[in-house]
């Protein structure tokens, strides 16, 4: 095990460590994989469109009914086509013209479509065309929009009802899924009162990690399986380590006890269950102290410091990384933003500004707010994103550009 690690260097280990256990997958019916992530890619059974279709009500032309109608004579109407009739219908029909309505397949003898607000219908069944088409005009070809047995959704893409409008037309019923990640996460401390048993009492506080864990977790797609207070003793964190091995997951989150302290127990009572410490303490603020490690069983552990926004900070970087990991989903990209204000930092610690992303005179800006010490929750409630910079720069003036991440990881489009 390493001691004080990169940020660089802790993704790096967490992406190894996850790749190798990627969340199981069902087959689930396409209305029901939205909101999942996908696991295998989506194939197109058909092309889009499945067959030469009209994208207008009007009339279909052939090379011949087009010079007839170049000439500015009428051109007679050799039949109809509505959508639904098949492809061999169209093709029989025997002319220079047909009356043809939007979708209906288009005769293989076709050459263009004149929509309807472009020529004039005759009692004596010709039409005569007011405004002369490109060839090809308003014919959607076979395949142009998707090609059958292509790979039309990657893995790791979340799915959109978007994207079932388009799976649905190109023949995709059903879709391979990861199934919801299944978490366990515990609170330590015994400083901690649940918010639903409160007032606390002299020296205490409100537990707010493990009713934040729970929701970021939910809001992570995953399902919380075991959800725990564990108090400040060994024991009672290796009991609870031995029910999460015995609850099969795929990853468990606590909060506290991975500093110094003389009750910094976690990482005591992993070596105890015999779980290998992958790296303890990060050069980062907030969240230096976090810990990861693997379960004798191949669970994925973060021990994350209990400052709550140390705990925020990990969970959205870390948790969620690893969980987009054992899910196939790409590193996510930041966006570059210009700074409003100027930021003092050191050399040598990436840091985690509670930030907002807001309109400026020239375009988007980013602001780092008042509040940025581990235990001030205020800014939670104004921030919309997070300013992360590396340990490699210094200080930043205002105007230079720097990277921004929402609080919500789901709030930016996939970009692939
Ligand atoms: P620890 O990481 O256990 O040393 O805790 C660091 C600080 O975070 C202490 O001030 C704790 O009281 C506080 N803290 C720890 N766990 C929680 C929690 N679940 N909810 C709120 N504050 C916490
Ligand atoms: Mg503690």
Redo the contacts with the bound molecule.
Sequence with gaps: MQQFISMEEAYGEIEERASRRLISTALVPLEDAVGRILAEPAVAKLSIPPFNNSARDGVVLSASGLSVAKAGSPVKLAGELRAGDSVEVANGIDGDAARIMTGAPVPSWAEAIVMIEDLTLDDDGTVIINRLPEPGAWIRPKGSDIAETSEILKPGRRIIPEHVQALASSGVVEAVIHTKPRVGLC???E??VDVKSGPPGSGQ??????PFMTAMMRSFGCEVVVNEHVGDTLDEMVGFLNRVMEASLDLVVS?????M?S??FVKPALEAVGAEIVFHKVTQKPGK?LLFAILPNGTLYFGL????V??VVNCRFYVHYALSVMQQKPLETPVRLRLENEIEKPQGLAVFLKAQCLRGKGGALVRALEGQES?QTMPLLEMNGWIVLSEHVGSIQAGELVNFYPSNPRGLPDIF
């Design positions: 609170s330590t401390g400083e901690l506080i409100y537990d707010s990690n493990r909060s506290g006890a991975v500093s302290g009750y910094d102290p410091p209990g400052n709550p140390s705990t235990f």
